[in-house]
């Protein structure tokens, strides 16, 4: 699922796709907050601030629409 949410997160940041098609298909949110430490912890593991970028950068976009009071569906 991960992998998943990095691709489609490298598919909005290159722009293939909009970000309020993502958010009304799968806004995210809940994945990231859960994952978020572990993540951030494999990268100072690893000294890889890279890792999972895509899916960060996917969850900051989908945060935006949270707040911005874009609907789901």
Known sequence: MLNTVEL?????????VGA???YEVFPGLGL???VKPVVEGERKR???PR???C???YYNEMK????EG????
Request: net charge positive.
């Open 46 to 48: 690893h000294g890889v």
């Open 32 to 34: 990231w907050e859960k």
């Open 8 to 16: 489609l997160g490298l598919l909005l940041r290159r722009k293939v």
């Open 70 to 73: 874009v609907k789901n569906g």
């Open 64 to 67: 935006k629409r949270e707040q």
């Open 55 to 57: 899916f960060e950068y």
């Open 51 to 53: 890792i999972f970028e």
């Open 20 to 22: 309020d098609f993502l």
